[in-house]
């Protein structure tokens, strides 16, 4: 799994001292299934990075529920165009499992990029990787097939097949759920 951690251990191993702020502007935090972390309409001022647990970002379009997202463990969610600019979101974040986090403030994040130019580079980093999943989710649904859509998505996050609904996987595809039915019964 191509996670937070792993993205970012070299940076933190690298510097103990960002390790250890991070650690001190993180909080824990524990939800059940089916919680709203974030709501559309609001300003997201909190990052998560799950330690156990699945959450998705969703919206909805004409009364349909459209998935766009999907964070497991060791991986961040949060409403990202609104976390960063601080302005009201078109997107809800909610756990799909009951869910561990380690909950990480807009004001907090703030305050350490502005107290030393080498944790800006950290957050730069970040974005950058955040980007970067955005271009390729972008190629993705411009680009390929149904078919090659989902056979990405169960090479990359196998995991999801078995602990996300069909009709959420089926959304994120930009996919009936029907036809993720069909392509399933496919490759089996």
Do not use: W
């Not at 990202?80 to 601080?86: G, H, N």
């Not at 561990?100 to 502005?114: C, M, P, R, T, Y």
């Not at 580079?121 to 955040?130: A, D, P, S």
């Not at 078919?147 to 097949?161: G, N, S, V």
Request: include cysteine; aromatic fraction near 12%.
């Amino acid at each position: 799994m191509n996670s937070f951690f792993e993205q970012n251990a070299s940076l933190l191993l690298e510097n103990p001292e960002l390790a250890n702020v991070f650690e001190n502007i993180m909080s824990f935090e524990k939800f059940p299934k089916h919680a709203i972390l974030h709501e559309a309409g609001k300003i997201c001022n909190n990052m998560y990075i799950i330690t156990s647990g699945i959450a998705r970002v969703f919206y909805y379009k004409e009364d349909k529920d459209i998935t766009c997202h999907f964070a497991a463990e060791q991986e961040t969610i949060t409403s990202i165009d609104s976390f960063i600019q601080q302005k009201k979101s078109k997107y809800n974040i909610e756990t799909l499992e009951d869910v561990e986090v380690l909950k990480i403030s807009h004001s907090d994040l703030q305050n350490v990029f502005e107290s030393n130019p080498k944790y800006e580079r950290f957050g730069r980093l970040f974005l950058q990787q955040i980007y970067m999943d955005l271009v390729e989710r972008i190629d993705d649904l411009q680009l390929h097939s149904a078919q090659e859509r989902y056979e990405t998505l169960f090479a990359k996050k196998p995991y999801l097949f078995q602990r996300v609904a069909s009709k959420h996987i089926a959304s994120f595809l930009s996919i009936t759920p029907e036809t993720l039915s069909r392509i399933r019964g496919n490759t089996k």
